[in-house]
């Protein structure tokens, strides 16, 4: 059984910063592109940033040059580190990883319980 637990979300206000983790665990054989997605209320979920096995990162157009994505690949975490929030940023976070759960078996997608962030003063 795979699990992806999130942390670190929470009250913040315009301007400031916040960092969240997500820790997979379980059986786990290999890791592909960890990311973190987003819904705000009422809306659709959104993809925020990405990084791959290798390292290779990608961000939304929305959160560029303010959201920084890493992992560690031995720990199997990835990290979201956020600054100069905005309101609009406002939203539960979702970690999400693809994982093999042996060596023969296909990468799948799985998610965390979210973590809820707001930006207000």
């Known amino acids: 059984q795979v699990q992806l637990v999130e942390s670190g979300g929470g009250l913040v206000q315009p301007g400031g910063s916040l960092r969240l983790s997500c820790a997979a665990s379980?059986?786990?054989?290999?890791?592909?592109?960890m990311g973190w997605y987003r819904q705000a209320l009422g809306n659709q979920r959104e993809w925020v940033a990405s990084?791959?096995?290798?390292?290779?990162?990608n961000s939304a157009d929305s959160v560029k040059g303010r959201f920084t994505i890493s992992r560690d690949n031995a720990k199997n975490t990835t990290r979201l580190q956020m600054n100069s929030l905005k309101p609009e940023d406002t939203a539960v976070y979702y970690c999400?990883?693809?994982?093999?759960?042996?060596?023969?078996?296909?990468?799948?997608?799985?998610w965390g319980q979210g973590t809820q962030v707001t930006v207000s003063s």
């Open positions: 999400y990883a693809q994982i093999a759960v042996e060596s023969r078996a296909l990468l799948r997608g799985y």
């Open positions: 379980g059986s786990i054989f290999s890791i592909g592109t």
């Open positions: 990084v791959t096995s290798g390292g290779t990162t």
